[in-house]
């Protein structure tokens, strides 16, 4: 099975400021490298697709990068509305997985 | 509006059985692979296993935790997704997703996008 390491668990960050999440996989997936993010009590909204494919509706402030095993989600300008837990997911094999996920707050 | 509603969540003594059902709209139902997540208490988003369409061979494919106990299932004509849960375990306690992908780049990138608002199962005694 695919790990998926994501790191930090946690990040806080003033509003403006990018925002960097790294997720590194156990093997090579290519770019079937898909992320989220989710708040308490909604469901998970779909960020970036194929490892750098912005979801339609998704802000321009979130892009993805990467492939093979490392991979990156950027917020160039934070929003108190980013405010959430952000997981990325492999695709490439099954068992899909997610990694562990990033808490980000507002400073 | 595309749209996911589950049902069938609650409480459960372990080694007990429950079904959830998740029911689709908005969205040719029978051509969409449709998965389940689940998010444990204090925990992060898990998959918990995936059905293909049938045109796609109507396949399953689960993660380990719940391989041999859940079985993934699909009734086109009612545009529903079942979650069979046997031997459930303290463990299981979760909310849990019912989530698809709106289209065939979608489908192709394993990226889902469209979810449920989630039903919860307590597993205890």
């Known amino acids: 099975d695919v790990q998926v390491t994501q790191s930090p668990s946690t990040l806080s960050a003033s509003v403006g400021d990018i925002v960097t999440i790294t997720c590194r996989t156990s093997?090579?997936?290519?770019?079937?490298l898909n992320w989220y993010h989710h708040k308490p009590g909604k469901a998970p909204e779909l960020l970036i697709y194929?490892?750098?494919s912005l979801q339609s509706g998704v802000p321009s402030r979130f892009s993805g990068s990467g492939s093979g095993t490392d991979f990156t989600l950027t917020i160039s300008s934070l929003q108190p509305e980013d405010v959430a837990t952000y997981y990325c997911?492999?695709?490439?094999?099954?068992?899909?997985?997610f990694g562990q996920g990033t808490k980000v707050e507002i400073k | 509006e595309v749209q996911l509603v589950e049902s069938g969540g609650g409480l459960v003594k372990p080694e007990g059985s429950l079904r959830l059902s998740c029911a689709g709209s908005?969205?040719?139902?029978?051509?969409?692979?449709m998965s389940w997540v689940r998010q444990a208490p204090g925990k992060g988003l898990a998959w918990v296993g995936r059905?293909?369409?049938?045109?796609?061979?109507?396949?399953?494919d689960y993660a380990a935790p719940v391989k041999g106990r859940f079985t993934i299932s699909r009734d086109d004509s009612k545009n529903t997704l079942f979650l069979q849960m046997h031997s459930l375990k303290t463990e299981d306690t979760a909310v849990y997703y019912c989530?698809?992908?709106?289209?065939?780049?979608?489908?192709?990138?394993?990226?889902?996008?469209?979810w449920g608002q989630g039903t919860t199962v307590t597993v205890s005694s």
């Open positions: 908005g969205f040719i139902f029978r051509n969409a692979w």
């Open positions: 059905i293909k369409s049938k045109t796609d061979g109507g396949t399953t």
């Open positions: 989530a698809t992908h709106d289209s065939g780049v979608l489908t192709l990138w394993g990226a889902m996008d469209v």
């Open positions: 997911q492999q695709s490439y094999s099954t068992p899909w997985t």
């Open positions: 093997q090579s997936i290519i770019t079937y």
């Open positions: 194929g490892a750098s």
